[in-house]
């Protein structure tokens, strides 16, 4: 472990963990937001009676699959990042 000093890997640990909240941030923002659309998309009226909105219905859902895929691809995307920095500062080490 002489390739990574402790203040590094503390300093980038931070920096990881910061991106990976933002990343997560922003897919719990897009899934609660499509997610309130979705289940809002059935309204009762006087009479009892059930008047679906397919389109609140079909955004709503949208918008929470644009969460989930941001934060499958946030997640990814950190972790190529992590692993081809570390591959970068081996092959500085080595050359």
Known sequence: ???????????????????????L????VFTLVGTNMATGSVLYTYN???????????VGLAVSVVGLVALYGGTFGLLYKVVADGIERGGRRTA
């Open 1 to 23: 472990m002489t390739a990574v000093s402790a203040t590094d890997g503390i300093a980038y640990g931070l920096k990881a963990t910061a991106s990976f909240g933002f990343v």
């Open 25 to 28: 941030l922003v897919a719990l």
């Open 48 to 58: 009892g009676w059930e008047v679906m909105q397919w389109g609140r219905l079909l």
